[in-house]
């Protein structure tokens, strides 16, 4: 599937990872919303632009202000992916602000967004207004670009850890966002949908909104630094051009890889617990402000496991293919730090604590119980995992405290 097996040098130990930036305020300029057409119905600002090739990838060329059909007037650029670029756009038939996927005119992106189509009209089809799943509005296809209309959004929570310097969340507002987290995906596993690529540039926050706050002093010139928190812990789950039937053929590799489970890099076939893996590396994430396997290679993954989790169960080692056997002497034992590509590797994997000292080192409060989900959330063996219904009943989400 398309966005799955990109290339993993982008997702190297530094996290230098192309994202838009999150740089702007709770609200739109005034200069902006000048862009907003006064006389929408009349045609004349509705004309369309001048036909152009797209870029040598594939990705529609546009000018701000142009439009996206009559329909849509072009406003900026919200990012760019794999897939193509997300615009934002005003809506003239609602009166309201759009983001629109762009996706780049190549035969396989075409495809996969046409699955995430069918995706999309699938979850709004079931959805009574609390999934917690982005909400398609329209598509279309305009110039060989299949192009998806979605309810604009506030940023990403990566792009928040970014703009707030990797300063943890408060163990609160992680409590409240893994909790609709873990409704939406619940919601998607009981339409036996399973999402495969979770991680926090696919979890949007619903408002842009952010209070500032006094941080600390830093450096000689004792100067001020202010970390962010949203208004609102609201968010939304995005991306479904991965997702996947259970009773589909499925890839053999997916998921982003710092938020991969186990049981995918061994070979051993996936279903729903990869989803819950991949919550589990969030939560760390937000509770930390750093991935927790920052990685990009998978003996060294594996090794980083073992670090966190402990030794891998031996008879999911058996059971690996023969691709993941070369990660193994024999006795089922990894072949680290003998197998190690550098010293660095080396260096990176001991840095790293058991998952419980990893917790308490960030969280204050709620200590055992976030531990305690946190481990049954990164079970080794994927039959030993938390169901998303499972985990929203933990003591973590029942007895805050």
Not at 129 to 151: A, K, L, M, P, T
Not at 301 to 330: C, D, Q, S, T, W
């Amino acid at each position: 599937m398309v966005g799955i097996e990109r290339a993993e040098e982008e997702y190297g130990r530094a996290r230098k990872r192309p994202r838009s930036a999150w740089d702007v305020g709770p609200s739109k300029p005034e200069a902006q919303r000048a862009l907003v057409p006064r006389n929408d119905g009349s045609g004349r600002h509705a004309a369309s632009p001048p036909k152009r090739e797209d870029d040598r990838d594939g990705h529609y060329v546009f000018n701000l202000g142009e439009n996206l059909t009559p329909r849509y007037k072009i406003l900026g650029k919200m990012g760019e992916g794999t897939f193509g670029r997300v615009l934002e756009c005003w809506d003239r038939q609602t009166k309201e602000y759009v983001a629109i996927k762009v996706v780049r005119s190549i035969r396989k992106y075409r495809d996969a967004a046409m699955i995430e189509v069918d995706i999309l009209q699938l979850l709004a089809k079931q959805d009574k207004g609390s999934s917690g799943c982005v909400q398609i509005r329209n598509w279309f296809d305009y110039r060989n670009h299949i192009c998806i209309v979605f309810e604009k959004l506030g940023p990403s929570l990566f792009d928040f850890l970014k703009r707030n310097k990797y300063h943890p969340f408060p163990v609160d507002l992680v409590r409240e966002i893994g909790r609709q987290l873990l409704e939406s995906v619940a919601y998607m596993h009981e339409l036996r949908l399973i999402h495969t690529d979770l991680k926090p540039e696919n979890i949007l926050l619903v408002s842009s909104e952010y209070v500032k706050l006094p941080g600390y002093k830093r450096g000689s010139t004792e100067e001020m630094q202010y970390r962010f928190l949203p208004k609102s812990s609201a968010i939304k789950l995005i991306d479904f051009g991965s997702t996947a039937f259970d009773n589909q053929n499925h890839s053999s590799i997916v998921s982003t890889r710092h938020y991969r489970a186990p049981e995918v890099i061994l070979g051993l076939g996936w279903t729903y617990p990869c989803d819950m893996w991949s919550i589990g590396c969030i939560l760390v994430e937000l509770c930390s402000g750093e991935a927790l396997f920052q990685t990009h290679e998978n003996l060294e993954h594996l090794a980083m496991m073992e670090r966190v989790l402990g030794p891998i169960p031996e008879h999911m080692v058996r059971r690996a293919n023969r691709g993941a056997e070369k990660y193994f002497k024999r006795g089922a034992q990894l072949n680290w730090p003998e197998g190690a590509v550098s010293r660095e590797s080396i260096r990176a994997v001991k840095k790293l604590d058991c998952l419980k000292d990893l917790a308490w080192r960030h969280v204050d409060s709620s200590r055992s119980s976030l531990v305690d989900l946190l481990h049954g959330l990164l079970k080794y063996d994927p039959s030993e995992r938390f169901t998303a219904r499972q985990a929203l009943d933990h003591p973590f989400f029942r007895n805050p405290t």
